[in-house]
């Protein structure tokens, strides 16, 4: 054993894999697309290739990173504890319901699961825009217990996304309140408001609310609210086509700081 251990993640869309050593600082990581073990721990290539064995089908290339930039650096940098990059859409719900689990039998389904599957959709849809230069960032905490279910960062600006439930329901947007079918109305883009004033504040940037709803049968805005996009999750695709408003240096800075923790402890 050489106390290296391999972590999974994506960057800009591509597949890698970081080797970390027994403090979490990486010392190596293997771009799958471009077939690349990039050694930041000269003296360790034996160990990091040990450890990355079983993950590779056909030789590679090895050798130091290219130059970084500024937000890889960042990044780098970053102990794995406080990297949001990892985070699943839904993570704060999934670790609540792993702790907590609903009883088998009850009269009504958990509202969590609802809420989960909601932020599952909604993570999905907007992963997907990875490709086309966006950054996503989900479950992201902030003092106080409150989270931004998904924020989004990319050549259209940055978006803090609130997902909701809605599927087979009526959606009527009364500024700031919403209501779903029948429930009562409740003040959610309040909420929405408040926590992309806080991103902002945190990112020192302009951050967008934005409001998602999973599979509703119809969105009625007598009166369109200020300053909120609300969207079904089919239509999310649509963020990809917005104008350029970040260059990809600026955005990939603000994703650095984003996924780190500590830029909203300090909030």
Same mark, same amino acid.
């Given at each position: 054993? +050489?106390? &290296? @251990?391999?972590?999974?993640? #994506?960057?800009?869309?591509?597949?890698?894999?970081?080797?970390?050593?027994?403090?979490?600082? +990486?010392?190596?990581?293997? =771009?799958? =697309? /471009?077939?690349?073990?990039?050694?930041?721990?000269?003296?360790?290539?034996?160990?990091?290739?040990?450890?990355?064995?079983?993950?590779? /089908?056909?030789?590679?290339?090895?050798?130091?990173?290219?130059?970084?930039?500024?937000?890889?650096?960042?990044?780098?940098?970053?102990?794995?504890? =406080?990297?949001?990059?990892? +985070? *699943?859409? $839904?993570?704060?719900?999934?670790?609540?319901?792993?702790?907590?689990?609903?009883?088998?039998? *009850?009269? *009504?389904? =958990?509202?969590?699961?609802?809420?989960?599957?909601?932020?599952?959709?909604?993570?999905?849809?907007?992963? #997907?825009?990875?490709?086309?230069?966006?950054? !996503? &960032?989900?479950?992201?905490?902030?003092?106080? $217990?409150? @989270?931004?279910?998904?924020?989004?960062?990319?050549?259209?600006?940055?978006?803090?996304?609130?997902?909701?439930?809605?599927?087979?329901?009526? !959606?009527?947007?009364?500024?700031?309140?919403?209501?779903?079918?029948?429930?009562?109305?409740?003040?959610?883009?309040?909420?929405?408001?408040?926590?992309?004033?806080?991103?902002?504040?945190?990112?020192?940037?302009?951050?967008?609310?934005?409001?998602?709803?999973?599979? %509703?049968?119809?969105?009625? /805005?007598? /009166? %369109?609210?200020?300053?909120?996009?609300?969207?079904?999750?089919?239509?999310? %695709?649509?963020?990809?086509? &917005?104008?350029?408003?970040?260059?990809?240096?600026?955005?990939?800075?603000?994703?650095?700081?984003? @996924?780190?923790? $500590?830029?909203?402890? #300090? &909030?």
């Amino acid at each position: 054993m +050489n106390g &290296l @251990r391999v972590v999974p993640a #994506r960057q800009q869309g591509h597949e890698r894999l970081y080797v970390c050593g027994p403090d979490g600082m +990486n010392v190596a990581w293997y =771009d799958r =697309d /471009t077939g690349r073990v990039n050694l930041i721990a000269t003296d360790r290539e034996a160990d990091v290739l040990d450890a990355l064995k079983p993950f590779l /089908t056909a030789p590679v290339a090895v050798g130091p990173p290219p130059v970084p930039t500024p937000a890889e650096l960042a990044r780098l940098a970053l102990h794995p504890d =406080d990297d949001l990059a990892p +985070n *699943r859409p $839904g993570e704060a719900l999934l670790v609540a319901l792993d702790r907590d689990p609903a009883p088998a039998h *009850r009269l *009504r389904p =958990d509202p969590r699961r609802r809420a989960l599957a909601a932020e599952q959709a909604t993570g999905e849809a907007l992963d #997907r825009l990875e490709g086309a230069g966006w950054h !996503v &960032l989900h479950s992201v905490p902030l003092p106080g $217990g409150d @989270r931004i279910h998904h924020l989004l960062i990319g050549p259209g600006g940055l978006f803090a996304v609130h997902a909701l439930y809605a599927r087979r329901q009526r !959606v009527l947007v009364a500024d700031p309140m919403v209501t779903l079918g029948r429930h009562d109305p409740e003040p959610v883009l309040r909420r929405l408001r408040a926590d992309a004033d806080r991103a902002s504040y945190a990112l020192t940037a302009e951050v967008h609310p934005l409001l998602a709803l999973l599979d %509703p049968t119809d969105i009625r /805005t007598p /009166t %369109p609210p200020r300053g909120i996009r609300i969207l079904p999750t089919t239509d999310l %695709p649509t963020l990809a086509h &917005l104008g350029a408003v970040l260059k990809p240096t600026d955005a990939e800075a603000l994703h650095a700081m984003a @996924r780190d923790r $500590g830029t909203w402890t #300090r &909030l």
